[in-house]
């Protein structure tokens, strides 16, 4: 199977590109999360893979949509831009996550990223402004990657992304990408509408046929204004996603993505790893795109991005807390307690809706990637090595008990309060009012 994949990619990729994949992404990305290691062994902390939101701005308005997308447009300028990734070169970083709003609704985002070709940048985008000339800039540019998300099939794509002709916009903007012999990505958040349809062999064959290089089934989260949380999915369809992602790795001549997973099948928060943060389109620095809140920014005069975040106290808090809390989401599992860490650290709530805190304090206590009593190892060996040596959880969950305040634990210990877990924090009042 790996030599099918290997063929598959060499011969779908512009060679050039495939290079700067290797080197930029993989040889330099490697050594960024080695320093990353070897920082976190000082005490100090700077994300390897920062993930920006360059805009606010999209033409979808999607279910369980988290940034402002309506609001007035924000963008990352050019000069900002510059000297963050100038920082965060300095700190050894070479990846950049770009994500929005829909990144290519900012005007100048290819002119950005031409600037540091001795980067990679993986845009996360709806793909719908990909004409073929956006295609060819970027693999004249050949430091990109696009990660293009599908989110159904044609109605339920219109119905989760709150527009009509969705789904062929989409698959336009993937074709463009593949004729001009890109590193292409698909992505889908994968809930209750479309598990069915998209976490199965077809889809992935699918993709194979098309020429997609990579996949990656992210798992719903229900934030923002419009929530829907209705379309989360249970941890018994969690766990299939799990099973499925694991079983088409020794299958399928495709990458297969996870950022929840180590090698072993234990869960954890890339952000509580420390290996990325995320800038929203304000320049405000936020543990992770949907936790909404911050005390520092990028737009600060007088520290260098290295000095913000390694002196965040907030991000520290943060990071501590999950840590204690749970493997999985604390965003998912304990709203609760990120809400009392928000306000003890008086975190601005740094949405343009500004009703953030309310929505989370209002967030059902649900389970997320941690499933303790379900763990499914790698079976791939290429991933486990990949996993152990650049994608684990690096001991920050060593010596953690998880056995009372995780959403697992709570469900094993308040099975009887099953039904207590659909209203809002209803848990924590038994918490701490057990009796
Ligand atoms: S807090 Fe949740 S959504 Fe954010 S990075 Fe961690 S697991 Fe992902």
Same mark, same amino acid.
């Given at each position: ?8 990619? *060499? ?29 976190? &062994?000082? @005490? ?36 900002? +831009?510059?000297?963050?990734? %100038? ?33 990679? +940048?993986?845009? +996360? ?15 004249? $540019?050949? !430091? ?8 159904? %099939? ?17 698959? !336009? ?16 958040? $994968? ?8 976490? %199965?062999?077809?889809?992935? =064959? ?32 969690? $766990? ?20 929840? *997973?180590?090698?072993?099948? #234990? ?15 304000? @320049? ?21 991005? /290295? ?9 520290? @808090? ?22 009392? $860490? ?5 975190? &601005? =709530? ?18 997320? #990637? ?8 790698? /079976? ?9 040596? +650049? ?6 969950? !060593? @010596? ?24 809002? %924090? ?10």
């Amino acid at each position: 199977m790996y030599l099918r994949l290997v063929t598959r990619l *060499f011969f779908n990729t512009d060679k050039r590109l495939l290079w700067k994949l290797f080197y930029n992404m993989g040889i330099k990305g490697a050594i960024s999360v080695q320093k990353h290691k070897r920082r976190m &062994k000082k @005490g100090d902390y700077f994300p390897p893979f920062l993930y920006i939101s360059v805009i606010n701005s999209c033409n979808l308005r999607c279910q369980g949509c988290w940034v402002d997308v309506s609001h007035k447009q924000q963008r990352i300028e050019p000069e900002a +831009f510059h000297r963050m990734v %100038n920082e965060s070169k300095a700190e050894g970083n070479v990846f950049f996550g770009i994500v929005g709003g829909e990144p290519f609704m900012h005007n100048d985002l290819l002119d950005m990223l031409a600037e540091h070709p001795d980067c990679y +940048f993986q845009i +996360f985008t709806n793909g719908h402004f990909i004409t073929p000339e956006i295609a060819q800039r970027m693999r004249k $540019l050949g !430091n990109i990657t696009p990660l293009i998300s599908v989110e159904g %099939n044609e109605i339920i794509s219109d119905e989760r992304r709150g527009k009509a002709g969705v789904y062929d916009k989409t698959l !336009n903007g993937i074709q463009n990408c593949l004729d001009q012999k890109l590193f292409t990505g698909v992505c889908t958040s $994968l809930c209750q509408s479309n598990i069915d349809d998209l976490l %199965n062999e077809a889809w992935v =064959d699918r993709l194979i046929k098309m020429g997609v290089a990579y996949t990656w089934f992210h798992i719903y989260r229900p934030m923002g204004p419009q929530a829907s949380p209705e379309l989360s999915l249970s941890p018994e369809q969690q $766990l299939r996603a799990r099973k499925f992602v694991v079983n088409m790795r020794v299958k399928k001549p495709i990458i297969i993505v996870d950022a929840y *997973f180590d090698g072993e099948g #234990q869960a954890l928060c890339p952000a509580v790893t420390g290996v990325t943060h995320h800038i929203n389109p304000w @320049g405000d620095i936020e543990p992770c795109p949907i936790i909404q809140f911050s005390t520092d920014s990028i737009h600060e005069e007088g520290r260098t991005m /290295k000095e913000k975040i390694n002196g965040s106290e907030f991000l520290k @808090g943060f990071r501590e807390l999950a840590a204690d809390t749970t493997r999985g989401c604390i965003v998912l599992e304990r709203p609760d307690l990120l809400a009392a $860490l928000v306000e003890k650290h008086q975190a &601005k =709530d740094v949405t343009a809706r500004k009703t953030a805190l309310a929505e989370l304090q209002a967030m059902t206590i649900r389970t997320s #990637q941690y499933n303790p009593a379900e763990q499914v190892p790698e /079976k791939s060996w290429a991933v486990r090595i990949a996993k152990k040596f +650049f994608f684990s959880d690096f001991g920050v969950y !060593n @010596g953690k008990d998880h056995s009372t305040a995780s959403a697992p634990a709570m469900l094993k210990e308040n099975s009887s309060t099953q039904s207590s877990l659909d209203t809002p %924090n209803k848990l924590v009042e038994l918490e701490t009012n057990p009796h």
